[in-house]
C-alpha cells in the first residue's frame, strides 16, 4: 500500500477529538481507528503492535545494526474545528494553476487568491476534499507517512535504527501526551510527524495557556432596569476591549504571540469568555498572563469585587530549551532532508505539539513536516508528491544515522 491509499483510507474514518468529554480517548471512532492501525501494523510484521487501554498505538521495529533507539510520533484524531465526519476526499490531476473547484454544487472553490501557496504546487496532484470538511492531514498525513516508511523499513535489505512508533489520541485538544508512556516507549530521542509545509523542520513552539472568564450581572425587567440592571454581556465586551487589539492572532505571525477569543457565550445574569494564550518568550507569556489579570482587576474595582472570576492555566511549554542540549537531533533530521533533496526550513511552531510536553518528561522530541497545507479547515489539502517526500524521508532518518 502506497501512502496515499493509506492516507485515503486512515480518513475514511471519524476520529474527531472532543474537549467536553473527560474519557480518553475521548471519542470512540479513535479506537476503531486505532484497532485498525494495529492491524495493518501487525500485517506487515510489526508482532509487537498493540493499542493500550487508553487508545495510545505502540510498536518497535528491531535494528538490524548498532545504533540509536529512534522514536516517530504521530496523532490519530482530528481538529474539532471542521468536520471530520463522511470525508469525501479525492486526488486531482498534476496542478496546472487557477482554481480547482471542490463542490460544484455549493460553489466552493480552492482559489489561489485566498491561498497564494497554491502557486508552489504546479505539477503535483492534491488530496482535497468536497469543501464541506476536514480532509484529516492533520495528523492523520502524519499517520500514513510513518507506516509506509515503516513498511519499506520492513523490506529494506540494508542497515537501519530500532524504530519505535506511537500514534496518539486527543492531541487536537491538548490531552495526546498525557498518557503516553514515555519510559516503555523506550527511544532515546524521537520526532514528531505533524507538520505542515514539505521542509518544515521545527525544534521551538509557543508557551500555552488557557483562560477562562465568567462575568456575574442581574437582570431586572428592562421597563423597570434603570440603575438596578447590570448586564454581564456588555461587561464582558468591556474586558475584551481592554485586552491589546495588535494581540491577536489575526495581528501577529512568526515569533509574536497573542491572546486569542476561541469563544463566547452569554446573556443579562451570566456571561463566559474562553481564550488561549500563546508566545514563544517565557517572559512575554507571563506578561500576556499578566495583563488579563489586570483587566479583570479593574472589572472588579468598577463594578464590585466578584463580579468577574478569571482563570488561567498553563498548558505546555517551548520544548527549545530541551532541544538545544542535544542538536544534533535536528542536525540529523536536517542531514536526512538535504540526502532527499529537500531544503530544510526551521521555523517556530504557532501551536502546539506532543512533542513539546514529550520533551519536557525526557523525550527530546522535534517536529517533523506531513506536507499538509490549511489545516483545520475546509480547504485543507495535501500534495501527494510531498507525503512520498515525507516517506523518504524518515526512511533516511532511520537508516543514515
Not at 474527531?16 to 481507528?33: F, I, R, Y
Not at 510498536?59 to 470525508?87: C, E, F, K, Q, Y
Not at 480532509?135 to 519499506?152: H, S, Y
Amino acid at each position: 500500500m502506497n501512502v496515499s491509499e493509506r492516507f485515503l483510507k486512515l480518513v475514511s474514518y471519524e476520529t474527531t477529538s472532543d474537549e467536553n468529554c473527560p474519557d480518553c480517548p475521548s471519542t470512540p471512532g479513535q479506537k476503531v481507528l486505532g484497532a485498525e492501525i494495529v492491524r495493518q501494523m501487525q500485517e506487515m510484521g510489526i508482532s509487537d503492535a498493540y493499542m493500550d487501554e487508553h487508545g495510545y498505538v505502540y510498536g518497535t521495529i528491531p535494528a538490524t545494526a548498532n545504533g540509536p533507539v529512534i522514536g516517530l510520533i504521530a496523532h490519530m484524531d482530528t481538529s474539532p474545528d471542521a468536520s471530520g465526519r463522511d470525508i469525501k476526499a479525492r486526488i486531482t490531476e498534476p496542478y496546472d494553476g487557477g482554481d480547482i473547484m471542490l463542490n460544484e454544487e455549493k460553489g466552493i472553490v480552492l482559489s489561489p487568491a485566498d491561498f497564494p501557496v497554491l502557486d508552489e504546487m504546479h505539477g503535483k496532484r492534491l488530496i482535497v476534499t468536497d469543501g464541506t470538511t476536514l480532509l484529516g492531514a492533520d495528523d492523520k498525513a502524519g499517520v500514513a507517512e510513518i507506516m509506509t516508511a515503516a513498511e519499506q523499513l520492513l523490506a529494506l535489505n540494508g542497515k537501519h535504527a530500532t524504530l519505535k512508533i506511537g500514534f496518539t489520541p486527543d492531541e487536537e485538544i491538548g490531552r495526546g501526551a498525557d498518557r503516553f508512556d514515555v519510559k516503555g516507549f523506550g527511544a532515546e530521542y524521537a520526532y514528531t510527524v505533524d507538520g505542515g509545509s514539505i521542509g518544515e523542520l521545527e525544534y521551538e513552539n509557543f508557551n500555552a495557556a488557557s483562560a477562562r472568564a465568567v462575568i456575574h450581572g442581574r437582570n431586572i425587567h428592562p421597563g423597570s432596569a434603570k440603575n438596578k440592571m447590570i448586564n454581564s454581556q456588555y461587561i464582558a465586551m468591556e474586558f475584551v476591549n481592554l485586552l491589546p487589539v495588535h494581540q491577536r492572532p489575526e495581528s501577529t505571525e512568526g515569533y509574536e504571540g497573542f491572546i486569542h477569543l476561541t469563544d463566547m457565550k452569554g446573556e443579562v445574569e451570566l456571561s463566559e469568555l474562553c481564550f488561549i494564550v500563546r508566545d514563544h518568550d517565557m517572559k512575554k507569556f507571563e506578561e500576556k498572563k499578566s495583563v488579563m489579570e489586570a483587566a479583570a482587576a479593574f472589572i472588579n474595582a468598577k463594578y464590585g469585587e466578584g463580579t468577574m472570576e478569571l482563570q488561567l492555566k498553563d498548558s505546555y511549554f517551548n520544548m527549545k530549551k530541551h532541544i538545544e542540549p542535544v542538536m544534533y537531533v535536528v542536525d540529523r533530521a536536517k542531514a536526512a532532508m538535504e540526502k532527499v533533496g529537500i531544503r530544510p526550513l526551521e521555523v517556530p511552531i504557532r501551536g502546539g505539539t506532543d512533542g513539546a510536553r514529550l520533551s519536557y518528561e525526557g523525550l527530546p522530541c522535534p517536529n517533523l513536516f506531513t506536507g499538509g497545507e490549511n489545516f483545520h479547515g475546509r480547504f485543507e489539502y495535501i500534495p501527494v508528491e510531498d507525503m512520498e517526500k515525507g516517506v523518504e524521508m524518515l526512511v533516511t532518518i532511520m537508516t543514515n544515522f
